[in-house]
């Protein structure tokens, strides 16, 4: 979420974050957290850290890491990002491959990135052709976001994205600039978009995850939209002098996303409509790599 700092009550978005996370439970329980981001002034909450940025991550549920506790944090702060996690590379018992990760940049921790991935990608494809730091865990999200926290300008990111071999879709955040979001879709795993009619900004894989958010919270959703294959965003508010300004796109991109003909599964669309699942399907634009074993082509819709 990236939160409208005009908004009348910061509790309805905070609501809106907290049932996506709930919901999102169906797409995995193996591990869940949420980072909360930036501080407009004067609105630093405890716990946060000097740069404004604190993260709680641990195995299990969302349902099991939130606590009632942080809803004053959650309502303070300008960017939150959540995730659950099905464990499909790394240990789901090691702290540091559950997400939101914490990333470094070259220049230390405060220029790295807090960020999320739900697919599963290549890495050792990635560690092969770029010169990469150790990684701190095992799975494959950490080489992509090591490449992503090195990006200086839009076309540094698509070069990166259009690296990637595999399912994924992006969240990320430089901690140096925490009220900017970096969202991408690539190959197969979805990702939705939704503006809220208080100018507050959201994303989550399953569009009719905004539908259940919208009958049990106080919030209206102005546009709802599933994001194309190859889709690159940056939404946030640009920082400036003694303004604040409405969360809105500010940049976006198109790149040319891969997947392996072994990711082709049913299992991408979990819990989506069936409508929802053929709107999306008949929207595909990645290209194919063909591995052994694989499907060789989309599983027909059941």
């Known amino acids: 979420m990236v939160r409208s700092p005009f908004a009348a009550d910061a509790g309805p978005a905070s609501d ?36 404004g940025c604190r993260v709680l991550k641990g195995r299990g549920r969302f349902s099991g890491i939130w606590r009632p506790d942080l809803i004053l944090e959650l309502d303070r702060a300008p960017v939150a990002l959540g995730h659950t ?19 470094p940049g070259t220049g230390g921790p405060a220029t790295g990135v807090v960020a999320t991935h739900n697919g599963d990608i290549d890495a050792g494809d990635l560690r ?34 259009e690296s990637v071999v595999g399912r994924a879709a992006l969240a990320w955040v430089h901690r140096d600039r925490p009220t900017e979001v970096h969202l991408a879709r690539a190959a197969l795993s ?17 569009p009719r995850w905004f539908r259940d958010a919208e009958k ?21 508010m640009e920082p400036r002098p003694g303004r604040r300004d409405l969360p809105d796109v500010l940049a976006t991109a198109g790149f040319q996303p891969t997947a392996r003909n072994t990711d082709m599964d049913d299992r991408v669309w979990t819990g989506f409509t069936l409508a929802d699942e053929e709107c ?10 063909e591995r052994p074993g694989g499907t060789g082509g989309l599983p027909a819709v059941a």
Not at 36 to 44: D, I, N, Q, R, S
Not at 190 to 206: F, H
């Open 216 to 236: 049990h919270t106080r919030v209206e959703f102005a546009t709802v939209v599933m994001l194309r294959e190859g889709t690159y965003l940056k939404v946030g």
């Open 190 to 206: 979805p990702l939705t978009v939704a503006v809220d009619t208080e100018q507050n900004i959201y994303w989550a894989s399953n």
């Open 85 to 103: 996690r099905w464990a499909t590379q790394g240990s789901p018992v090691e702290p540091h491959n559950a997400s939101p990760m914490t990333v």
């Open 280 to 289: 999306d399907r008949a929207g595909l634009r990645h290209r194919v790599l």
């Open 128 to 161: 092969s052709r770029f010169a990469l730091p150790p990684a701190s865990g095992t799975t494959d999200s950490e080489p992509v976001f090591q490449l992503l926290a090195g990006c200086a300008d839009t076309s540094e990111v698509t070069q990166v994205l």
């Open 16 to 51: 809106v974050f907290v049932t996506l996370g709930m919901l999102a439970e169906e797409r995995g329980t193996d591990s869940a957290g949420l980072a909360l981001l930036g501080a407009w002034p004067g609105l630093g909450g405890p716990g946060t850290g000097g740069d």
